[in-house]
């Protein structure tokens, strides 16, 4: 049974940081690029940053680029994404997604991604 489940969510002000973690199960996790995507009421899954299997490329939207790093554990079988000087905007459900290996990836699509967690909340007040 594959498993991605979320943790470091929470409610930080305008200006501060968070470090959002996905654990990984189920799957043989050095074989696929993991993303990190946001889902804010009303709104469609935005992407925000992937990384691919080994970790030698990542990707970021421009909305936080700059702002927040993606980085994976192969032997932990996690990823996680580094925010820092975030703002009211970036509030939304943070979901990690698992994509396995294919031809012509698209990191930005969601619609790439095999598997889903549940996604952790993410609340920034000004």
């Known amino acids: 049974q594959v498993q991605l489940v979320e943790s470091g969510g929470g409610m930080v002000q305008a200006g501060g940081s968070l470090r959002l973690s996905c654990t990984v199960s189920g799957l043989a996790f050095s074989l696929y690029s993991l993303a990190w995507f946001r889902q804010a009421p009303g709104k469609e899954r935005e992407f925000a940053a992937a990384?691919?299997?080994?970790?030698?490329?990542?990707y970021y939207a421009d909305a936080v680029k700059g702002r927040f790093t993606i980085s994976r554990d192969n032997a932990e079988s996690t990823v996680c994404l580094q925010m820092n000087s975030l703002t009211p905007e970036d509030t939304a459900v943070y979901l990690c997604?698992?994509?396995?290996?294919?031809?012509?990836?698209?990191?930005?699509?969601?619609?790439?991604?095999?598997?889903w967690g549940q996604g952790t909340q993410v609340t920034v007040s000004s």
């Open positions: 997604g698992a994509s396995f290996l294919r031809p012509g990836w698209a990191p930005d699509r969601a619609s790439e991604y095999d598997y």
């Open positions: 990384i691919t299997r080994g970790g030698d490329s990542t």
